[in-house]
């Protein structure tokens, strides 16, 4: 079935450009016409014999993404288009104006003897051609494109590789050739040898677009619940763009909120750009000559990356133990055969207990280089359970994921407050500006609010559970995050209602809460490490393939990230906290991240002198999560980082398999000085193992060669 589409797109396409062309005579025209009205020189015969080799390839690939010449049949024979396909190699005919031949031809074997490095036996019908094809669509990672410079004009280890095509690309390079010289070609022998004719080369990369499918709406962002964004005032935007043509999108089924930047300017800035929200508003300072508004449909959907169909570290891959991997500071790594949690409580009353050698495995290993102490990441890695499922890298004294209140120069609402020993009506209190309850309904364990202020402006939500002893403010307040003492509070009706948020920050003001340590920081007695976030990294370094870490549970790591053509695949939450995240280091070389939970990214690094800031996150990728992704780049008056995406950002809030926020979650919380968002869907070809039935392909770049 795809091969019978591949070739009706091919008729289509000739013909497509003949009714253009020749608008009275259509129905006289055969596919040698093609050429019809315009110079008919030997030199453009050539030319638009590639440009239509182009065109049978990119009508192929569309067909199936996996094309490579390998359908080893005459694939069309019309009387002015013949079309054969050996083993990797394409030879085509096409009759010119004067009713000859003219010819194109491309290579996707690499004629090395057999099916060795291009996967392909070799084939009867060689082309002598130094330019090789090389199709990376469904590629994880990018690929060198070689140079047939060998003996028989083959492929060999030591050929030049002069550049790599990237994930979710193809680089066709095609020859068209004309002139008297190919008078010996016919049907009966496509290919003739000594064949000398005039030449023209043409290299082209083309990149997926449409790979979220035709039925969904890309976008840069996708949020299923509500989008927060708070700027500091001397801050810059919210950005949108776009790599191609289409509405740089920002879609969201709760409100959009942009706070914070510069007064005086937007905050909120774009071209050809567009935001879906259910209200078709948004809470933000725009030009409307640049931002579009339009209305976000509950049934809209989204991009559902499946689990199952995320690419994943196979089981044939090496293993890494989960547990919680910890640095020390004279460069040694330990590990707890434990869960983050039990890890923290176990070494905050065992401060100097070493635990266990780090066994890595074969594909991770330790590394001391660049000022840094780093754990390698060489190969593809499942992380096997054992008694936790988690794999966590730490360092030995614990990195903040927030500054305390008296570090950033806030008020304490951006800081971790501590309300031990507070009563449940002090809470109650904070919640429900200053006035007493009335007497409580019903038990609430957990439950969820939205925060507006006194003019009706959203800023926010509220989450609650007691189970946890947690209490959760998102958007402005950027996870305000309460501990309580009390295992259980009693609430009324009322908790599922409106709060004014600002008069919360004045009872918990006046009622003498103070602010508590950074979280994430340990209190390890009689241990003087001073190893920060600063001083490690997690870097993927594939040399060319494809990098997966693939795990079951959590991830937490501390530290800088680093690497190209890698994902993180989590069946959990994924939280980065410390140093920089730079994985844009390539161009058109992507790291992806994929959470069935949270996707948490905090850049906050403690300095020598005992002061916090934060640095930049980069990425070129897909980032998907089944929770909420919160970035945490600053605080809302103070300095910031900046969060620089290019890709999609989707907060699917639930399992894909069903509609978007049915877990509750899908919120976008960022704090930042600018968050620019790009929109690639090259990039979903980088997580997903399989691409839609529908897409189109995106002219990259375009190289005439000189024969």
Not at 308 to 327: C, F, I
Not at 408 to 431: Q, W, Y
Not at 586 to 612: C, F
Not at 630 to 656: F, H, M, Q
Request: glycine letters at 10%; aromatic letters at 6%; proline letters at 5%.
């Amino acid at each position: 079935m795809r091969r019978q589409r591949g070739i009706v797109l091919i008729i289509i396409i000739i013909l497509a450009v003949v009714t253009v062309m020749f608008v009275g005579s259509a129905a006289r025209l055969t596919y040698g016409n093609l050429y019809a009205g315009q110079s008919g020189t030997i030199h453009d015969d050539a030319e638009r014999a590639a440009e239509s080799g182009v065109q049978y390839a990119l009508s192929q690939l569309r067909a199936n993404p996996a094309w490579r010449g390998d359908l080893n049949e005459v694939t069309v024979n019309a009387p002015d288009l013949f079309v054969v396909e050996d083993n990797g190699n394409v030879v085509g005919l096409v009759r010119t104006p004067d009713q000859r031949w003219s010819q194109f031809r491309l290579r996707f074997n690499y004629q090395d003897g057999g099916p060795a490095e291009d996967g392909l036996p070799d084939p009867a019908m060689t082309l002598d051609s130094l330019y090789v094809s090389v199709n990376n669509l469904e590629g994880g990672a990018a690929a060198a494109v070689p140079r047939a410079d060998g003996a028989g004009w083959s492929v060999t280890p030591g050929s030049e590789r002069p550049f790599s095509t990237p994930a979710g690309t193809v680089c066709l390079a095609v020859e068209g050739r004309a002139g008297s010289g190919l008078l010996a070609a016919s049907p009966a022998n496509p290919n003739p040898a000594g064949v000398v004719a005039t030449r023209k080369v043409v290299e082209a990369i083309f990149a997926l677009q449409g790979a979220l499918g035709e039925e969904v709406e890309e976008s840069a962002m996708m949020a299923a619940q509500g989008v927060s964004v708070a700027i500091p005032p001397d801050g810059g935007s919210l950005s949108l763009s776009s790599t191609g043509s289409d509405k740089a999108r920002l879609r969201s089924k709760g409100q959009v909120s942009v706070q914070g930047g510069d007064a005086t300017k937007e905050n909120l800035t774009g071209a050809n750009a567009e935001v879906a929200t259910p209200t078709s508003t948004v809470d933000a300072r725009y030009k409307a000559a640049d931002i579009g508004m339009a209305e976000e449909k509950p049934d809209d959907p989204f991009f559902r990356l499946l689990w199952d169909d995320v690419r994943k570290a196979q089981a044939s891959d090496p293993t890494l133990k989960a547990g919680t991997y910890v640095w020390w500071e004279d460069g040694s790594l330990h590990y707890y055969d434990m869960s983050h949690q039990d890890y923290v409580a176990f070494i905050e009353k065992n401060p100097k207990d070493p635990g266990l050698p780090a066994d890595l495995g074969s594909a991770v290993k330790p590394e001391q280089s660049d000022g840094k102490l780093k754990l390698v990441v060489g190969a593809s890695v499942n992380v096997t359970p054992g008694t936790t499922d988690e794999l966590n890298i730490l360092v030995r004294a614990g990195a903040a994921e927030e500054p305390p209140a008296s570090k950033t120069g806030g008020d304490e609402a951006d800081a971790l407050i501590s309300l031990a020993g507070a009563e449940p009506d002090v809470l109650l209190k904070v919640l429900h500006k200053t006035q007493d309850l009335p007497p409580p309904a019903q038990n609430v364990k957990q439950g969820s609010a939205e925060l507006y202020d006194d003019q009706g402006v959203f800023h926010g939500y509220l989450k609650w559970d007691l189970d946890t002893q947690e209490v959760k403010f998102g958007g402005d307040l950027q996870r305000l995050l309460w501990k309580l003492a009390a295992a259980e509070i009693v609430a009324g009706d009322q908790l599922n209602g409106t709060f004014n948020m600002f008069n919360a920050y004045i009872v918990a003001s006046d009622l003498g809460v103070t602010a508590g340590e950074a979280p994430g920081e340990l209190d390890l007695p009689g241990v003087s490490d001073k190893l920060t976030a600063s001083d490690v990294e997690l870097e993927f370094r594939g040399n060319g393939k494809e990098v997966v870490l693939t795990s079951t549970g959590s991830l937490h790591i501390t530290g800088g990230l680093r690497g190209t053509d890698a994902s993180i695949v989590s069946g959990g939450d994924i939280k980065v906290v410390g140093m920089a995240v730079d994985f844009a280091a390539s161009q058109n070389q992507a790291v992806s991240l994929y959470a069935k939970g949270d996707i948490v990214m905090s850049t906050l690094d403690k300095t020598p002198d005992g002061n916090y800031m934060f640095q930049d996150v980069k990425m070129k990728g897909v980032v998907y999560s089944w929770g909420d992704f919160v970035a945490k780049l600053g605080t809302r008056d103070g300095p910031a980082g900046n969060l620089i995406l290019e890709g999609s950002l989707i907060a699917y809030g639930g399992d894909p398999a069903d509609v978007p926020g049915a877990n509750g979650k899908g919120n976008v919380l960022i704090t930042a000085n600018n968050a620019e968002l790009k929109f690639n869907s090259a990039y979903v070809a980088k997580m997903s193992k399989k691409l839609p039935e529908t897409f189109s392909l995106q002219k990259l770049s375009w190289t005439n060669h000189l024969p």
